[in-house]
């Protein structure tokens, strides 16, 4: 248990900020193990289980000598009954809804990765957490210093996955309209284990905080405005507008500044946080129903759209690998397809600007990557599967950028551009936000998924009833 905790502390802490680190070292340290209460006991199984699912096969094999797939299986199972036994579902100790949390992160990144369970799963901690007044800034002033702050880490960080999986699946997430604790503050676990002389105030740059932070105030930035967007839709778009503007220029103010740096952290965030920023300019652009719809307006925003989404697709191709620290939040198997169909079709019309270099480089190194591997594994896997569905969707979308890159080599693009190609923004606009993101099973080493946008997450799975009884 130690060696998965040392793993945790490397790779995964620093991208799901939930845990206190002393409070977890003084739990595996102990003298007599056998004193650990049930609480503790499934907290520890679910950092181990997300330490397994954050380990690639290889990983398995070098430090823990086992098959990945049989340990996935055993830390699930041992996880699901921990919890059972703690009683989750009408649980009020901190350190259940910690291991409840973690077993959520787990399903998202391993089979069974069913997003409508995943996203009922998230509602009813969402519920125990405010039971708890995790939600009540008035609630956390009766806590310790530890506590309070690992309140509200819990408390975002599980706002942070409801408002994803919400996306996903097309649901609403259950998240109370008040909701005033405070975000948690932008320091290290060592600052928190100090003498309490004087309040804590959160350090410039970068910390152990510094990433689950910035996403959670993304988060926390489109939840509210999206509220206001349906509640008060006529009068929102000022707000929306001036309130992304402020976050934005947050993130390059407070954030992008510190991470200069060449470690594998450093990279990890700046590249995150201006997807983040990508991310809100488009929520933005989508929310903004009072742009005149001129034909000036209908080119600026068709630039800027084809400009975004060139824009994602860069970002996303520079994160890790799966083989690369933290490389395991980027295992999931999906990619940006509408940025890709988007960028796409549009070359196909003959579009030109002067953004045109930049996609068709970004969209050769993602298919050169993928290679022509992607179109045996349609044939490789039974018909009729979900798994197969989903290599069709790779394969289908190989043969468009084929297509589209011959007629370019065969200067059919070009003539195209000299005629006058018609432009309807409502069908741009749909195209670049519909749904997020189709599953995309085949290429090894192609563009990885991304869980700051949101990226699907088995979407066209049923619903398993059957799994929450037997718990």
Same mark, same amino acid.
């Given at each position: 248990?130690?060696?998965?905790?040392?793993?945790?502390?490397?790779?995964?802490?620093?991208?799901?900020?939930?845990?206190?680190?002393? !409070?977890?070292?003084?739990?595996?340290?102990? $003298?007599?193990?056998?004193?650990?209460?049930?609480?503790?006991?499934?907290?520890?199984?679910?950092?181990?289980?997300?330490?397994?699912?954050?380990? *690639?096969?290889?990983?398995?094999?070098?430090?823990?000598?086992?098959?990945?797939?049989?340990?996935?299986?055993?830390?699930?199972?041992?996880?699901?009954?921990?919890?059972?036994?703690?009683?989750?579902?009408?649980?009020?100790?901190?350190?259940?809804?910690?291991?409840?949390?973690?077993?959520?992160?787990?399903?998202?990144?391993?089979?069974?990765?069913?997003?409508?369970?995943?996203?009922?799963?998230?509602?009813?901690?969402?519920?125990?957490?405010?039971?708890?007044?995790?939600?009540?800034?008035?609630? *956390?002033?009766?806590?310790?210093?530890?506590?309070?702050? !690992?309140?509200?880490?819990?408390?975002?960080?599980?706002?942070?996955?409801?408002?994803?999986?919400?996306?996903?699946?097309?649901?609403?997430?259950?998240?109370?309209?008040?909701?005033?604790?405070?975000?948690?503050?932008?320091?290290?676990? *060592?600052?928190?284990?100090?003498?309490?002389?004087?309040?804590?105030?959160?350090?410039?740059?970068?910390?152990?905080?510094?990433?689950?932070?910035?996403?959670?105030?993304?988060?926390?930035?489109?939840?509210?405005?999206?509220?206001?967007?349906?509640?008060?839709?006529?009068?929102?778009?000022?707000?929306?507008?001036?309130?992304?503007?402020?976050?934005?220029?947050?993130?390059?103010?407070?954030?992008?500044?510190?991470?200069?740096?060449?470690?594998?952290?450093?990279?990890?965030?700046?590249?995150?946080?201006?997807?983040?920023?990508?991310?809100?300019?488009?929520?933005?652009?989508?929310?903004?129903?009072?742009?005149?719809?001129?034909?000036?307006?209908?080119?600026?925003?068709?630039?800027?759209?084809?400009?975004?989404?060139?824009?994602?697709?860069?970002?996303?191709?520079?994160?890790?690998?799966?083989?690369?620290?933290?490389?395991?939040?980027?295992?999931?198997?999906?990619?940006?397809?509408?940025?890709?169909?988007?960028?796409?079709?549009?070359?196909? $019309?003959?579009?030109?600007?002067?953004?045109?270099?930049?996609?068709?480089?970004?969209?050769?190194?993602?298919?050169?990557?993928?290679?022509?591997?992607?179109?045996?594994?349609?044939?490789?896997?039974?018909?009729?599967?979900?798994?197969?569905?989903?290599?069709?969707?790779?394969?289908?979308?190989?043969?468009?950028?084929?297509?589209?890159?011959?007629?370019?080599?065969?200067?059919?693009?070009?003539?195209?551009?000299?005629?006058?190609?018609?432009?309807?923004?409502?069908?741009?606009?749909?195209?670049?936000?519909?749904?997020?993101?189709?599953?995309?099973?085949?290429?090894?080493?192609?563009?990885?998924?991304?869980?700051?946008?949101?990226?699907?997450?088995?979407?066209?799975?049923?619903?398993?009833?059957?799994?929450?009884?037997?718990?």
């Amino acid at each position: 248990m130690r060696i998965l905790w040392r793993y945790y502390e490397k790779n995964l802490d620093a991208l799901v900020k939930v845990l206190h680190k002393s !409070t977890v070292e003084a739990l595996l340290f102990q $003298t007599a193990p056998t004193s650990v209460d049930i609480g503790s006991q499934a907290l520890l199984c679910a950092i181990a289980l997300a330490t397994i699912t954050a380990m *690639s096969a290889t990983e398995t094999q070098q430090i823990l000598h086992e098959d990945r797939e049989e340990l996935l299986l055993q830390y699930r199972s041992a996880t699901e009954g921990a919890l059972g036994a703690a009683g989750w579902m009408t649980t009020q100790e901190m350190v259940v809804l910690q291991a409840l949390l973690l077993f959520i992160v787990s399903r998202i990144y391993s089979p069974p990765n069913n997003v409508r369970v995943t996203w009922m799963l998230c509602n009813m901690a969402l519920g125990l957490a405010q039971t708890m007044g995790m939600h009540s800034y008035n609630a *956390s002033l009766s806590l310790c210093r530890v506590g309070s702050e !690992t309140s509200r880490r819990i408390w975002w960080t599980l706002c942070l996955l409801a408002n994803r999986i919400s996306e996903e699946c097309g649901l609403e997430a259950s998240l109370p309209l008040t909701m005033d604790n405070l975000l948690p503050l932008n320091i290290n676990d *060592s600052d928190l284990d100090k003498p309490p002389t004087s309040a804590l105030e959160s350090r410039e740059g970068l910390t152990e905080t510094t990433l689950t932070l910035a996403k959670i105030e993304s988060a926390q930035t489109t939840i509210r405005l999206t509220r206001l967007h349906h509640t008060n839709p006529s009068e929102s778009q000022a707000e929306i507008g001036n309130a992304i503007q402020a976050q934005i220029r947050r993130y390059e103010k407070h954030y992008l500044p510190y991470f200069s740096g060449t470690s594998d952290l450093d990279r990890l965030c700046f590249l995150s946080i201006r997807l983040l920023i990508a991310k809100l300019w488009k929520f933005a652009c989508t929310h903004d129903k009072s742009r005149t719809i001129s034909d000036t307006a209908q080119l600026a925003l068709r630039e800027d759209m084809f400009s975004h989404n060139v824009q994602v697709l860069e970002i996303l191709h520079q994160l890790p690998n799966r083989f690369r620290p933290f490389g395991w939040f980027f295992r999931c198997k999906y990619t940006q397809w509408h940025a890709m169909a988007y960028l796409l079709l549009e070359l196909q $019309t003959g579009y030109r600007n002067s953004h045109t270099g930049r996609a068709w480089i970004i969209l050769d190194a993602i298919f050169a990557d993928s290679g022509d591997g992607a179109a045996q594994v349609a044939l490789s896997v039974p018909s009729g599967t979900k798994h197969q569905t989903k290599a069709k969707l790779w394969q289908a979308m190989l043969r468009l950028y084929r297509c589209v890159r011959e007629a370019r080599s065969n200067g059919v693009l070009q003539s195209l551009n000299d005629s006058p190609v018609s432009f309807d923004s409502g069908s741009a606009l749909g195209t670049s936000s519909g749904t997020d993101s189709l599953p995309q099973d085949p290429p090894a080493n192609g563009l990885l998924g991304d869980p700051f946008v949101g990226s699907g997450v088995g979407i066209d799975e049923e619903m398993n009833w059957g799994q929450l009884d037997e718990w």
